[in-house]
Nanobody, 126 residues
């Protein structure tokens, strides 16, 4: 089992920045690919970004490319999402996720994700 706890959400003005963190415990962190999904009110959950177990491979949704950066620190069992140039449409609950397979982190495969956090709310005001 893996427990995931997100932090770092909050209220920010458009154009601002936030850094989300996801702390993992349980199964060996550095064997898992990690990622972020988000769900806005009234919308389905969507893929945001993912990082492989070593941190050498990353993937981003087109909507966040160039603005968000995913990273991980395997020594601390923590994953991060640096979010810059935030827009009101980035408002959502952001969920941390973990799975043995990096390829699971796609919009059409999110149902296969093994582990989920409870989410942290990000609100971007205009």
């Amino acid at each position: 089992q893996v427990q995931l706890v997100e932090s770092g959400g909050g209220l920010v003005q458009a154009g601002g920045s936030l850094r989300l963190s996801c702390a993992a415990s349980g199964r060996t962190f550095n064997t898992l690919a990690m990622g972020w999904f988000r769900q806005a009110p009234g919308k389905e959950r969507e893929f945001v970004s993912a990082i492989n177990w070593s941190g050498t491979g990353t993937n981003y949704a087109d909507s966040v490319k160039g603005r968000f950066t995913i990273s991980r620190d395997n020594a601390k069992n923590v994953m991060y999402l640096q979010m810059n140039s935030l827009k009101p449409e980035d408002t959502a609950v952001y969920y941390c996720a973990a799975d043995p397979l990096f390829d699971t982190f796609r919009q059409d495969r999110m149902y296969r994700v093994d582990y989920w956090g409870k989410g942290t709310l990000v609100t971007v005001s205009s």
